[in-house]
């Protein structure tokens, strides 16, 4: 996106604030996150932000702003950071889905319009996308298989390998499938990354007073929404090894350790499992105590105890505490860095859950009784 020694630019990395070269010029042009969290020269910056992370929860995505001056594409830049940290206070698995989706969707766009293939070329390998130049003049790049399997589109049939026109490993592709290739492979960045953030604590609550309630009462509501989706509908599936142990250890009267219990417990929370649900899981625990496990349970979930709600431990910390079947492990575990990002990349593989038949009407339930 910029050679050596020559000037670099602005407006082409507020387009993609993701790619290495951006993170640099932040860093080279001395930004700190503090100054952008309460400084009142960078409140267009903070505006844009808390735009971004509103926008992934709209239907139509967010929006894309178009920086005209060095100035305005400055706020573009900055505003990306600043919306992983509203992220990271708010700290939701669904919301990190919705966001990653969102400017994914942002870049396809972008990328999509871009004049030049540089650009694409560009971006896609700073994403992770290794591209080598085509063995042919109809193809705008090649990738080896491997690599094209890791971040083809799950669900879609025109993706799958045997699709493909495929030489020496090596799958051909024209610039559009390169660009949705890049899509994916941020999208997967983003949830990744974005789930291991630590929350960041006052400062970001000091600088976003009105904003992160108004934007809490937003996700509220699409949780609201997920959980009903969801509930009930667990796909087991899709658990990741470390989850299929404890589930069934647990359904095998096994006596869990604690550290298991929590992961679980935040795992199925986290899906949009309710307290009541998950209390009825864990009375197949050998030790189970209704009153205990309900007051531990609720408090994981922030029903009590001050409405902390807590996370779903990352993969070093399940393997930290053992209970990371390591021998179980597959391509997927070594893709991700969380058990709920295994279960969103693993759930986009299966067919869609068949739909529980509809429940008999009263009056014709008493009918076929008589």
Request: hydrophobic letters at 40%; one cysteine or more.
């Amino acid at each position: 996106m910029a050679n050596a020694g020559r000037p670099v630019d602005v407006q082409l990395l507020a387009r993609y604030p993701y790619v290495p070269l951006a993170r640099e010029y932040v860093k080279a042009q001395g930004y700190q996150l503090g100054d952008l969290l309460v400084d009142a020269a960078f409140e267009r910056v903070r505006r844009r932000a808390v735009q971004r992370v509103k926008g992934s929860m709209e239907r139509d995505g967010i929006a894309d702003v178009a920086a005209a001056t060095e100035a305005e594409s400055e706020v573009e830049l900055l505003s990306y950071p600043v919306a992983r940290l509203l992220l990271a206070e708010l700290h939701d698995p669904y919301l990190t889905s919705r966001y990653a989706v969102a400017e994914s969707k942002l870049l396809n766009e972008r990328l999509s319009s871009e004049q030049d293939d540089r650009v694409v070329w560009t971006v896609a390998t700073a994403l992770g996308v290794p591209l080598e130049a085509a063995s042919d003049t109809e193809s705008f790049a090649r990738l080896h298989f491997l690599d094209f399997l890791r971040h083809a589109p799950g669900r879609d049939p025109s993706w799958k390998l045997v699709n493909q026109r495929l030489s020496a490993g090596f799958v051909s592709l024209d610039r559009a499938r390169v660009v949705r290739l890049t899509e994916q492979a941020l999208k997967d960045r983003l949830e990744d990354e974005v789930a291991e953030l630590e929350r960041p604590g006052r400062e970001v609550a000091k600088a976003f007073p009105k904003e992160l309630p108004e934007l809490t009462t937003i996700l509220a509501a699409h949780r609201a929404r997920f959980a009903q989706d969801t509930s009930g509908e667990v796909r087991i599936e899709a658990f990741p090894p470390c989850m299929k142990a404890i589930w069934g250890g647990i359904q095998a009267h096994v006596n869990i350790p604690h550290m298991g219990r929590f992961a679980i417990v935040t795992f199925l929370h986290k899906l949009g499992m309710d307290s009541e649900a998950v209390l009825k899981f864990f009375s197949q625990v050998p030790d189970f105590d209704v009153n205990k496990s309900r007051y531990q349970i609720e408090h994981i979930t922030g029903k009590i105890g001050g409405g902390t709600e807590y996370s779903t431990p990352g993969c070093s910390t399940m393997q930290t505490y053992g209970i990371c079947p390591l021998e179980q492990r597959d391509e997927v575990c070594f893709s991700i860095t969380h058990p709920l990002n295994y279960y969103r990349k693993r759930l986009r593989t299966l067919p869609p859950a068949k739909p529980s038949p509809p429940a008999t009407p009263p009056a014709q339930e008493a009918a076929n009784a008589g």
